[in-house]
């Protein structure tokens, strides 16, 4: 079964209201997306199952979330190719100007300044959605990176139980 990406109904409502330094909404954004849901509605369910939102999320958190829809969730490294079938949720790295440009620095004077400069987008075989920028098609990943100056550095492969 092919599965698609929805783009929230409240996605740039809830991305406007939610943006901030160092995060935003992308991480629910992402599961909205799968869930063809809204974000408000992830956020609701995120604090009723015990998650703590400070303005951005871990990979952590957006695996616990989806486990506790039923879903089934399997961390995998950066340079995959996507699967007819699945979901994915990619982790983004925001590439800076310093010189350390390897991992885990990637542009930045230490990891942690390179890690508040994350993103979330969510991914088919088909489709990929970012929060900010809205749906395209998979050919464009590429050029939204370079784009973007940007890097996955990990995936979440995601299905459903009993499929």
Known sequence: MSKKIYRPHDCKKMT???????????GQSCIASIMNTSINWVLKEWKNIGLEWKGWSTWYQLKYF?????????????????LKGYWYIARVQWKGDGKKQEKPFYGYDH?????ANTHFISLTKDMFLCNHDGLFRIGHLEPYLKFHKGVIT????????NE
Do not use: F, M, P
Request: aromatic residues 10%.
């Open 111 to 115: 990891w942690s300044k390179a890690t």
């Open 154 to 161: 990990s995936h979440l492969r995601i299905s459903i139980e």
């Open 16 to 26: 406007d209201r939610y943006l901030i330094d160092g995060g935003g909404i992308c």
């Open 66 to 82: 989806l486990k506790n829809q039923g879903y089934i969730v399997k961390q995998e490294k950066a340079n995959i190719r996507y």
